[in-house]
Structures are given as C-alpha cells and as structure tokens.
C-alpha cells in the first residue's frame, strides 16, 4: 500500500499493569504502507534496546509496528497517536486525518518526568516516586507535544502549551501564554501569544496576539473550522468566532462571533440615517477587514482597510 492515504511506522508502545496501553511513541512516522517482508518478530535494532519495562511506573515498554488509512476513523490508542504524530511531524495537515472517536482510545494518563503511568498506580506508588525523584506533571488524555516531536524551524516557549497533534510550520514562535491545540496550528511563520484551538489553522505572516483566543470545534463550539489568513493581526486579549482573511486586524480585547451585530461603518447610511449591519458570520473570512468597537457607541464596526496587515519580525522568525 503505497500513496498519501497511508502512513506507517515504527513505535514503542507503553502498556501498564492492567494491560492498558497508554501512550506509543512513533520517531519516524512516514507516507505509504508497511515495508513488504516486514517481520514483526525483528524490530528495528535502534527501537529495541529501548523496549525494557519501567518498574518504577510499574509499565512495559514494547515495539510496535502499523500503518493506518488516513481516511478512516482510529481503532486503538497506538493508531490514535500514530495519527497525532503524523500532524506534528507536518504529514497532514489540520483536518485532513480521520480523528472521530480519538477521545475513546485516548485513555487518561499521569505524565510523568519519566513518562507515562497509569493514574491508579501514580497513587499506589506515589512514596517511591518522590524518592525517585518523579514528578507528575499533568493528568490528561493529551501529552505535550515536545515529549514526542521536535519540530524543526519552531520556537516553544512553554512545552506544557502545546499538545502532540499540534501541527506547526517552520518559523512558528510560540509564546509563554500561546497554546495550540491538537488538530490545529500554523501554516507559516506565525507570532503565537494567544490559543488556537482544536481545529484552527492560522495562515503565514499572522499574529495572535498576547491573550487572544480563537474559538474551536470542541465543548459546544460549533461545526464550523474557524481559519485565520495570512498578515492578520488579532489583538492582544481579542477573540474570535468567524474566519478571517487575509491583511486583516481585530482591535484589541474585542471578541467577534458569529452571532455578533456589526455595522458596517464604510456603507452609506439607510434612510432613518443609519449604516447597514449584519451578523459577524456574513463577514466570515472577508480580506482587509479592520473590526473595532466603536468608542462613542459600543457598536462593532467593521472598515475595509487596503495594503498589507501586519509584518512580523523576520529575524525573530528566522
């Protein structure tokens, strides 16, 4: 099987004392099938000397090998992370993988400094791990994403910020208060002081600026893959529902959804005197678009703005 539809690979998987997998680690995931011939009783010598069972996480550590349809839905926790790791090594970008139903073949974790281990046993062994030095950094179904992937080109600030899955583009500079989500990211050199949610992609040359938050697919937020375009500017504590386009600039600590009433202020006003509005969907991904708040009403205004959006620093971005 060969072509972009597959991507296969080589893993250690970690399985704790009840027989739960929790997470699989794929240095090399890559397009196509498994190799012909492959024999699963001979793993990749560099893969197998790491395979030895962590007593002090009471888990085992063995070598796995898969290959998965980029079109079809997970079937188990290695398939899940397999497909994690094949958009934060940029094999896929957002929403182009099949991740129904990750949730369910994502157990909970303790992450450890050591690794991963089961939560029931981080609490059995908690004495030993604190003799041992061990700390447990966080209690979720997602790991961070540097624990598993080193982008190349990328500035990570805070790893515990930014998930496996993440997909990051070379020149990507993300902040201490960024954080980027699973299934989501940039696709060129981008500022990130603010939240790109699960399914968001945010274009070359944009800033999300310090606070900023863009509203995903998760917990009720909707259907719609939110996008924001190149050279666009969200301002710090700002925030957004729609899409927005290219060269385009979202005043600072005004959120916009979809639903939000906005005048558009370059129109000429209607016959009681007033300008025309529309609800902020209709604007969604719009070019050259500043959205203000009106200082005298409160009103949302939207202006057509002409020339390029913002510039980021390219040595900063390098």
């Known amino acids: 099987m060969t072509g972009q539809r597959w991507i296969w690979g080589f893993g250690l998987a970690t399985t704790a004392a009840d027989g739960t997998v929790l997470d699989t680690w794929f240095p090399q995931p890559q397009h196509g099938g498994l190799p012909l011939g492959f024999d699963p009783a001979l793993p990749p010598a560099e893969l197998d000397r790491f395979a030895v069972p962590d007593p002090r996480r009471a888990v085992t550590v063995d070598v796995v090998a898969l290959e998965i349809d980029v079109d079809a839905a997970p079937t ?36 450890t400094s050591a690794g991963p281990m089961h939560p029931d046993d981080a609490t059995r062994l908690r004495p030993f791990l604190q003799r041992d030095g061990l700390q447990i950094q ?28 993440a997909y990051l583009s070379p020149g990507t500079t993300v902040m ?15 500022m990130v002081e603010g ?31 939110i996008s924001v375009g190149e050279r666009t500017l969200l301002g710090a504590n700002a925030g957004i529902g729609i899409s927005l386009g290219d060269d385009c600039i ?5 959120y916009v959804t979809a639903g939000s009433k906005v005048v558009l202020a370059d129109e000429p006003p209607t016959a009681d005197g007033r300008r025309p509005s529309v609800k902020g969907a209709e604007l969604s991904g719009r070019d050259g678009m500043l959205l203000r708040r009106n200082s005298l009403s409160g009103a949302i205004e939207a202006v057509r703005r002409a020339g390029a959006g913002v510039t980021l620093n390219e040595a900063l971005h390098a």
């Open 76 to 111: 188990s926790t290695p398939d899940a992370y397999l497909r994690l790791h094949a958009l934060s090594h940029r094999l896929v970008e957002p929403g182009g993988i099949d991740l129904t139903g990750i949730f369910g073949h994502l157990p909970n974790v303790a992450w």
């Open 138 to 165: 966080g209690l979720d179904k997602f790991p961070r994403l540097l624990d598993y992937v080193t982008p190349p080109g990328v500035r990570i600030a805070d790893a515990s910020r930014v998930r496996l899955g």
């Open 176 to 190: 201490h208060e960024g954080f980027v989500n699973f299934n989501a990211g940039t696709l060129g050199a981008s």
């Open 195 to 225: 939240r790109i949610s699960q399914g968001v992609v945010v274009g070359d040359g944009s800033d999300i600026g310090g606070g900023a938050s863009i509203m995903g697919t998760l917990s009720g937020g909707g259907t719609h893959r």
């Open 250 to 254: 979202v005043e600072a600590g005004l």
